[in-house]
């Protein structure tokens, strides 16, 4: 029996039930913060039952008026009916506009978090996910699990509130009636129990399959140059096309499942009303009822079934709402980066300006990424202050590897690499990130003006510092001559500027930023060597006490570098002067 008991526990952990229960409870946490709204929403909801029953109860006075019953209640009961109807709207506007309000609110605080973990995520971790797949799961089911924030509780309250008391007023009126409108409970509950788990896998498919549409989209119309350039246009609306297909197909699959299984309870639903109106039919024709409660019975057994099936419907809701909530926590959970102690580096960045700069060694560092690609093995290099040292080597051997470790981007899995300034120094983590100006390959101009992207790494940079700067890297002239100077308006990933261009001001931004550490990845690769030279050699002469490293593919390079190591086969080795020769000719 304990055996059995065990076994069953292990069943229900790893299955759906639990998986679901966790993201209920997740949902759950923020519902419970907005608890005034919810609290607000539940007697909203009771006034409107209220409501329906006291509009239920007055139309029954006014047919037995006019059926001759009892006609002095005529005037009070409508007036009483014109009343409560308008009462009704007004509150259903209200009700409307705050709802709306605390929407906005929750989604708002979810897509913030959801937004800040990203940021703040293990980067190797969060590189598995496709970008346009974290959008749609900072969009679209944070939307659907906001709209379940606030509407599971009250929905579920007011619908028992609705379903008790509407079963109490047909049970004052008639016991059997109302055992007749309660017939459907019992299928409709099993069904929809046995639908739960299918209910989930379609869920997640078409979730999956959006996502899928979203990465695909985002990365067509992020290539569109490429798209055109090589005449991919049909390709890429045939492929389109297919996706689409492929989604519609999986929406209409899950509304087949949903139409076979909202026929199937409206059968019985249908069912139920025929039994009730013909029991009505009954009692009135041997004379036991009036019309008005016959009217009264017909309109709340209507109540009944209504309330119910808004009870059925929060499962699918549910499913759905707990789906979504189980892809943003999968993004949540990813493991943050380490939280290391800001204020030392910041303290030792401040000593280092004294100091006269920073080295960083290496020793012995084993690297290889979590689909277990070997990098480095026992790789070890230094570089001091006012040295410009160049990483060189095959393409795919490790150069921006070993930068993404010095960045504390990913993390070494063996060896220790540190900064050291004077007698001080400091393990390299996520936090010492702050000693180094990184400028990656590739284009990392953000929308906005020129201005604004270069003051990204410090707001109090000055016209007059951005101007020196745009002069060392060889950038004043052309921003000279757009009209708007500085102010000149980048589109998405520095549109309207070239390639060279975009270069220079990359390395103008990491300029203006005091690290005591460059970090270049192949970061003047676009440049002619003529303006590549003139470029190294102010950068040399005005960053005086910084630390440089370089990776590069390039002769020009090399010949502006103190120190040059090689990369290759996992190791690290540095060049002597025979060794650069021959790389130089590798070129
Ligand atoms: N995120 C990643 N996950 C798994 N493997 C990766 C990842 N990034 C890079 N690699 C692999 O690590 C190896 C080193 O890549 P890295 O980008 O460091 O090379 P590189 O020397 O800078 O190349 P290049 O000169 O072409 O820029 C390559 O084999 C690459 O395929």
Redesign the pocket.
């Known amino acids: 029996m304990r055996n059995y008991i065990r076994h069953l526990k292990k069943r229900l952990k790893e299955g759906m039930l639990f998986e679901i229960m966790g993201e209920v409870k997740w949902i759950y946490g923020y519902s419970v913060k907005y608890k005034g709204a919810i609290l607000l929403y539940i007697c909203l909801g009771i006034f409107s039952t209220v409501m329906g029953l006291g509009t239920g109860v007055v139309s029954k006075y006014i047919i037995d008026a006019v059926t001759g019953y009892d006609s002095s209640a005529l005037l009070p009961a409508a007036v009483g009916y014109v009343a409560m109807m308008l009462l009704n709207v007004g509150v259903n506007a209200w009700s409307s506009r705050v709802t709306a309000k605390n929407r906005i609110m929750v989604s708002q605080e979810i897509r913030a978090e959801v937004f800040s973990k990203v940021l703040s995520a293990d980067w190797?971790s969060l590189?598995e996910y496709h970008s346009g797949d974290l959008l749609n799961r900072l969009n679209s089911d944070v939307n659907t699990v906001a709209a379940s924030v606030l509407g599971w509780i009250p929905t579920f309250v007011t619908g028992i509130v609705q379903f008790l008391a509407t079963l109490g007023l047909i049970l004052y009126y008639d016991p059997v009636m109302a055992l007749l409108a309660l017939a459907s409970a019992p299928v409709t509950l099993a069904m929809s129990r046995i639908l739960m788990r299918k209910m989930r896998i379609y869920n997640k498919k078409m979730l999956q399959v959006n996502s899928e549409m979203m990465a695909f989209n985002e990365e067509a119309f992020q290539n569109l140059q490429y798209i055109k350039a090589f005449g991919l246009m049909k390709k890429y609306d045939g492929l389109f096309q297919d996706k689409q297909e492929y989604y519609r197909d999986v929406q209409l699959d899950y509304n087949k499942f949903t139409i076979m299984t909202s026929s199937m309870m409206s059968i019985v639903g249908m069912g139920v009303t025929a039994a009730c109106f013909g029991w009505g039919v009954y009692r009135l024709w041997t004379g036991v009822i009036t019309y008005g409660t016959m009217t009264l019975f017909l309109q709340q057994a209507g109540n009944l079934s209504s309330a119910f099936s808004s009870l059925v419907n929060m499962v699918p809701t549910a499913v759905g709402a707990a789906t979504s909530a189980g892809r943003i926590m999968a993004v949540i959970d990813i493991p943050a980066e380490e939280k290391a102690d800001i204020e030392a580096v910041d303290s030792f960045k401040e000593y280092a300006r004294s100091a006269g700069g920073v080295t960083i060694q290496a020793r012995n560092i084993d690297f290889w990424?979590?689909?277990g690609?070997k990098?480095l093995e026992r790789a070890s290099f230094y570089v001091k202050p006012r040295e410009a040292v160049a990483l060189v080597?095959?393409?795919?051997?490790?150069?921006?590897?070993?930068l993404?470790i010095l960045l504390g981007l990913v993390e070494a899995k063996g060896g220790s690499v540190w900064a050291q300034t004077g007698d001080r120094t400091l393990a390299i983590t996520p936090a010492a990130r702050k000693l180094f100006a990184y400028v990656p390959?590739g284009n990392t101009m953000m929308s906005g003006t020129i201005r604004e992207n270069l003051s990204l790494l410090n707001s109090d940079a000055t016209d007059q510092e951005i101007w020196t700067v745009l002069e060392d890297v060889c950038a004043d002239e052309f921003v000279k001559k757009l009209p708007e100077g500085l102010d000149t308006y980048l589109q998405e990933r520095g549109g309207g500027l070239s390639e060279g261009q975009l270069q220079r001001l990359s390395i103008a931004r990491a300029m203006l930023c005091d690290a005591p550490v460059m970090l270049l990845?192949?970061a003047t690769s676009a440049l002619d060597v003529a303006t590549e030279r003139r470029l190294l050699r102010n950068i040399m002469e005005s960053a005086r006490n910084k630390t440089c490293i370089v990776?590069t593919?390039r002769p020009s390079v090399l010949t502006m570098c103190t120190r040059v190591y090689r990369?290759s086969e996992q190791e690290i080795t540095q060049l002597d002067e025979e060794g650069i020769r021959q790389i130089m000719l590798e070129f």
């Open positions: 190797e590189s990424y979590h689909n690609n990098v080597g095959p393409s795919g051997e490790g150069k921006t590897t070993m993404r390959q990845d192949e990776t593919h990369i």
